[in-house]
T-cell receptor
Framework: QKEVEQNSGPLSVPEGAIASLNCTYSDRGSQSFFWYRQYSGKSPELIMF????GDKEDGRFTAQLNKASQYVSLLIRDSQPSDSATYLC???????????FGGGTRLMVKP | DTAVSQTPKYLVTQMGNDKSIKCEQNLGHDTMYWYKQDSKKFLKIMFS???????INETVPNRFSPKSPDKAHLNLHINSLELGDSAVYFCASSPRTLDSPLHFGNGTRLTVT
């Protein structure tokens, strides 16, 4: 069983819609959760991080964490074609900063 | 510019050769990492290096060796390159603060022929 799992997609949404990206993790001791965006041929860039159960909003992005269900999600409101990228979920499964990444979900936002 | 920089950006070499990838960060971070991203886009941790403490992912072959001359540099040396080593290698850094986000370099695309 993979430690961090994501649907590889592609997830296709029309411009202006809400994109919902999901991630599950296996280690109940995980404390920190990160969402990175990676454009083709580029390096991952941090979008959001969340440590506590509930929702965390930053502009058009909302991260949701449910530790009981071992589930973290990213909502992108008013999706734009420029949001088209691969979104990587990362979890800190050890004490320290050894992040474990999911395989990523490819998002396509169609004009 | 404050950043994590790695060189070269592209590296093409033949099987059996030895090569190095260099990484430098000027963010003042205490911890540096090497990640490997394969053709399926899976990012896997290879090494973490903090204050001379090296944490190795046990699945990494011992042909791979990180070298850190100082806190701002973490180079990756690869011996006896194999076809399966072809991937994009990312250097990253983070503050010593527990569970801080990673800052990635731009990656080195290694192709072994």
């Amino acid at each position: 069983q993979k430690e961090v799992e994501q649907n590889s997609g592609p997830l296709s949404v029309p411009e202006g819609a809400i994109a919902s990206l999901n991630c599950t993790y296996s280690d109940r001791g995980s404390q920190s959760f990160f969402w990175y965006r990676q454009y083709s041929g580029k390096s991952p860039e941090l979008i959001m991080f969340i440590y506590s159960n509930g929702d965390k909003e930053d502009g058009r992005f909302t991260a949701q964490l449910n530790k009981a269900s071992q589930y973290v999600s990213l909502l992108i409101r008013d999706s734009q074609p420029s949001d088209s990228a691969t979104y990587l979920c990362a979890v800190s499964v050890n004490a320290g900063n050894m992040l474990t990444f999911g395989g990523g979900t490819r998002l396509m936002v169609k004009p | 510019d404050t950043a994590v920089s790695q060189t070269p950006k592209y590296l093409v070499t033949q099987m059996g050769n030895d090569k190095s990838i260099k990484c430098e960060q000027n963010l003042g971070h205490d911890t540096m990492y090497w990640y490997k991203q394969d053709s399926k886009k899976f990012l896997k941790i290879m090494f973490s290096y903090n204050n001379k403490e090296l944490i190795i992912n046990e699945t990494v072959p011992n042909r791979f060796s990180p070298k850190s001359p100082d806190k701002a540099h973490l180079n990756l040396h690869i011996n006896s390159l194999e076809l399966g080593d072809s991937a994009v290698y990312f250097c990253a850094s983070s503050p010593r603060t527990l569970d801080s986000p990673l800052h990635f370099g731009n990656g080195t695309r290694l192709t072994v022929t």
